[in-house]
């Protein structure tokens, strides 16, 4: 009975697109984590070869990238788990109107990293469901890095 209580108030169907677009967010960030890497490996390898050849001014700069590709890897680690949190606690997420505070830290940078993310289509529909569930207002404090906007500092890289 209950099930079908929800299938008639479209729970269910929620439910299961934030499970799904979490898994599939985690599925493309395995791949962006791979890109990234390759970025890092190629970057650092840059650094070595302008050392070795006295290019330090050069080597300087590239060391530039190596530490904004180090920040990205660190980033998709961060939004992996918090996807993995979100498929954990679907059912709170769904029973809630307001955001639960546990919970904060992870919607509100998800919601920030799907702004900073063009190239990510499963986080902008993540960012669209829980804009959608705890209100334009509180997204809008996410996305701006308004004061007690709960986004995790190492998410917040440019």
């Known amino acids: 009975m209950n099930k079908k209580l929800d299938a008639l108030l479209g729970r269910s169907n929620k439910t299961s697109k934030y499970e799904s677009l979490a898994n599939l967010a985690i599925s493309r960030i395995a791949i962006l984590k791979q890109q990234c890497r390759v970025r890092y490996s190629h970057a650092w390898s840059d650094v070595s070869q302008l050392l070795i050849q006295n290019h330090q001014r050069s080597a300087l700069l590239r060391v530039e990238h190596v530490i ?3 920040n990205m890897l660190i980033a998709f680690v961060i939004i992996e788990n918090y996807c993995h949190l979100l498929i954990d606690k679907v059912e709170v997420i769904e029973s809630s109107r307001k955001c639960p505070d546990e919970l904060k830290e992870a ?13 990510f289509p499963e986080l902008q529909r993540i960012r669209e469901l829980l804009t959608s569930s705890f209100g334009y207002e509180f997204a809008t404090h996410a ?5 007690n906007s709960g986004v995790n ?6």
Do not use: G, H, M
Request: a positive charge; one cysteine or more.
């Open 153 to 158: 500092p190492e998410v917040k890289i440019e």
């Open 107 to 119: 919607i509100s940078s998800l919601i920030f990293a799907a702004s900073r993310c063009a190239k």
């Open 143 to 147: 996305v701006e890095l308004r004061s």
């Open 68 to 70: 904004k590709e180090q």
